[in-house]
Structure formats: structure tokens, C-alpha cells
């Protein structure tokens, strides 16, 4: 069965960290991109983070989280990670893994399985 799995959400104060984790079962993310969104009551969707398939893969940030979150990945343990640190109270929302096509033109554009989120709310 094709399964993500997120962890990692909680309650921190403003300028605190969280590690979100991403695991995959059914399938191996090494062939997969990565994606983390997130979704704030009354907001659209926002794509956070992306990296491609691979041993290392390439990464990209949206300006709002760019040089604050940090996206990895772990092939042998089938995860991914979003580093979050020096958390804003407009970082509060729920945060989704996807994954898509590793490698080509449709890697970090479209995705196929996504999890069912976890939260992240930020105190001021």
C-alpha cells in the first residue's frame, strides 16, 4: 500500500525549530520528488519546499521560508525532512508531504501521493 506519513507538528514559541518527517512505505522516494505545502484556515494551499529525486536531489524554497527551512532526504530510511527554524506565527498551518516524478520535466510540478498533514502552530 502507497503511503506518507508526516510527524514532527506541535505548538512552538516564535523563533523556535521543529523537524517535520515525511516517511514513505510501499514505494521508494529515491525515484520520487518531494514536496512540502502547507494550508492555513481561509488560505489557499502554499507549496513550501521541494526536492528532486535521487541520492541528494536538488532543492527549492518559496521566498517566505527561504533560508529558515531546510529540506532533506534520507533514501536508506525512505524520509524526507523539512528543517524549520526561526518559526514566525505566520508559519502556523497544516504541513502536507507529496511526492511525484523524481527526475524529468514534471519533478517538483506534479504529485501523485500526498499524506494527511500534521500541524504546526507558532506562538507569539
Same mark, same amino acid.
Given at each position: 500500500?502507497?503511503? +506518507?506519513?508526516?510527524?514532527? #507538528? ?8 521543529? &523537524? +517535520? ?15 512540502? %505545502? &502547507? =494550508?492555513?484556515? #481561509?488560505?489557499? &494551499? ?7 529525486? #535521487?541520492?541528494?536531489?536538488?532543492? =527549492? ?7 529558515? %527551512?531546510?529540506?532533506? &532526504?534520507?533514501? !536508506? ?15 502556523? !498551518? ?24 500534521? =500541524? ?5
Amino acid at each position: 500500500q502507497v503511503q +506518507l506519513v508526516e510527524s514532527g #507538528g506541535g505548538l512552538v514559541q516564535t523563533g523556535g525549530s521543529l &523537524r +517535520l518527517s515525511c516517511a514513505a512505505s510501499g514505494f521508494s522516494l529515491y525515484f520520487y520528488s518531494v514536496g512540502w %505545502f &502547507r =494550508q492555513a484556515p #481561509g488560505r489557499e &494551499r502554499e507549496e513550501v519546499s521541494c526536492i528532486t529525486g #535521487g541520492d541528494a536531489g536538488t532543492t =527549492q524554497y518559496a521566498d517566505s521560508v527561504k533560508d529558515r %527551512f531546510t529540506i532533506s &532526504r534520507d533514501n !536508506a530510511k525512505n524520509t524526507v525532512y523539512l528543517q524549520m527554524d526561526s518559526l514566525k506565527p505566520e508559519d502556523t !498551518a497544516t504541513y502536507y508531504c507529496a511526492a511525484g516524478p523524481g527526475f524529468g520535466t514534471r519533478t517538483c510540478q506534479a504529485f501523485d501521493h500526498w499524506g494527511q498533514g500534521t =500541524q504546526v502552530t507558532v506562538s507569539s
